[in-house]
């Protein structure tokens, strides 16, 4: 008999703010890309902790590490002090990640959450520049604190602070302008700024805006957009705690964009396990903070580092890119399907790689479509300003049946909302 049961749920739950409304239930227990329930209810996993499990639910090498670990009673909490656990990620992702790449980033450990990433890069991208405001660009997020608040775009998260944020200019996404590209725009704000008021220090966006609405960016514009911070010396923030990891089918998001971004902010899978970890990649040239300018006492999780350590050895071949971008083509042709297939969902195709969603035409839709999926056995979320997408985030090690038994659900629940 399970010890949480649902009177005990109904009793608790229903007095914490969390996911437990879209998804009533007590999770027991998951691996790979599925979880069960105290009623042993399986359930498919296409929300994969918002992008954090990327390498699914309890993976057996990095159980099994994380348990040897433990036993040899190697160090747990190390306020950002050296340790072998630390070295030993350094070297994996300086010899997997960066070399390969040519990248010549500074490595820093800003906190345990994709919030704390955003907070340094708009810290030291003001610190370099000598400026105060950031453009960011409307739908994005990037975060719950004051600061990475104030650069995401969503009407309600922002209501949260109760009053106006200050130090932000948002700007159109990609092809939000209906007569053309948003870069002529921004770059006429930006001559007008040039010609009195102040420049920008940063630039902050996702490639694919993943809570917004699974925008993704063409990689024309994302070059155009690096192209107007090198003319104006604006620092180019890429926000990958969600769509990087492997989430579009490159370790970065914007690898096929040819970009390189000043800095780069790194959260939810890069710990492999679902444990808590960020990092901010800075540019070496931009690395002026003095020691303790930045700092935080959970910064650098060693059980995180032992975990996200094996998690890049699915980087050392390219194998696994191509198995995602298969997986992406199987996604891409459903979602293809679900637009024509439906046109009551008045529906349009959004995303990139394993993170792709379907607009449907509002968000009251869409929010019964997850519901009842859920009942069906899968978890999925909304996305977008109105909540009127619908989003497949699995985690990436899924196989193709678990893609088709998802997919499946999806058909039948968006079958029985239309009905
Ligand atoms: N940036 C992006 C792109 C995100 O998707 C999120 C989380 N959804 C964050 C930042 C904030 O991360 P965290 O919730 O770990 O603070």
New binding site residues.
């Given amino acids: 008999k399970p010890e949480i049961t649902m009177d005990v749920f109904e009793k608790h739950e229903s007095k914490v703010r969390s996911y437990s409304r879209s998804f009533p239930t007590v999770f027991k227990k998951a691996k790979g890309y599925k979880l069960w329930d105290v009623n042993n209810r399986e359930y498919i996993d296409f929300f994969a902790g918002?992008?954090?499990l990327n390498y699914g639910h309890n993976h057996d090498k990095m159980k099994e590490l994380l348990i040897k670990y433990i036993e040899e009673d190697a160090i747990t909490h190390s306020l950002d002090m050296a340790t072998m656990a630390r070295g030993e990620f350094l070297k994996k992702f300086n010899q997997v990640i960066l070399k390969p790449r040519n990248l010549d980033y500074k490595v820093m450990f800003p906190g345990?959450?994709?919030?704390?990433?955003?907070e340094s890069a708009l810290k030291i991208a003001r610190k370099v520049t000598g400026r105060n405001t950031v453009i960011s660009f409307t739908n994005?997020?990037?975060?719950?604190?004051i600061g990475?608040l104030s650069v995401t775009g969503n009407a309600s998260k922002r209501g949260g602070a109760g009053i106006p944020l200050n130090n932000s200019v948002f700007m159109p996404f990609d092809d939000y302008v209906d007569s053309g590209s948003s870069l002529d725009y921004i770059e006429a704000f930006l001559v007008n700024s040039s010609s009195g008021v102040d420049l920008p220090a940063a630039m902050i966006l996702?490639t694919v805006?993943?809570?917004g609405g699974i925008n993704a960016a063409s990689y024309e514009w994302l070059q155009g957009i690096e192209k107007l911070c090198k003319r104006f010396g604006i620092l180019l923030i890429i926000?990958?705690?969600?769509?990087g990891c492997g989430r579009t089918g490159t370790f970065f998001s914007f690898e096929p964009a040819g970009i390189t971004p000043d800095i780069v902010?790194l959260?939810?899978s890069i710990g492999g396990y679902g444990l808590?970890m960020?990092l901010t990649l800075i540019k070496s040239k931009y690395d002026i903070w003095e020691p303790g300018e930045h700092n935080g006492t959970f910064r650098g999780n060693n059980m995180a580092f032992v975990t996200a350590t094996e998690a890049l050895k699915y980087w050392e071949t390219n194998n696994f890119s191509q198995e995602i971008a298969k997986k992406s083509e199987m996604m891409s042709a459903f979602v293809d399907f679900l637009v024509h297939e439906y046109p009551q969902l008045h529906g349009e195709k959004r995303g990139r790689g394993l993170m792709q969603g379907v607009a449907c035409k509002n968000g009251e839709m869409s929010e019964q479509i997850c519901e009842n999926a859920f009942k069906r056995g899968l978890l999925m979320e909304t996305s977008g300003p109105e909540g009127e997408v619908f989003k497949f985030l699995p985690p990436l090690i899924i196989d193709e049946e678990g893609l088709e038994k998802g997919f499946q659900i999806v058909e039948d629940s968006i079958k029985a909302v239309l009905d």
């Fill in positions: 918002a992008g954090a345990p959450t994709g919030t704390n990433t955003v994005g997020f990037h975060g719950m604190t990475s996702e805006q993943g809570e926000d990958d705690v969600q769509a902010c959260s939810k808590p960020a």
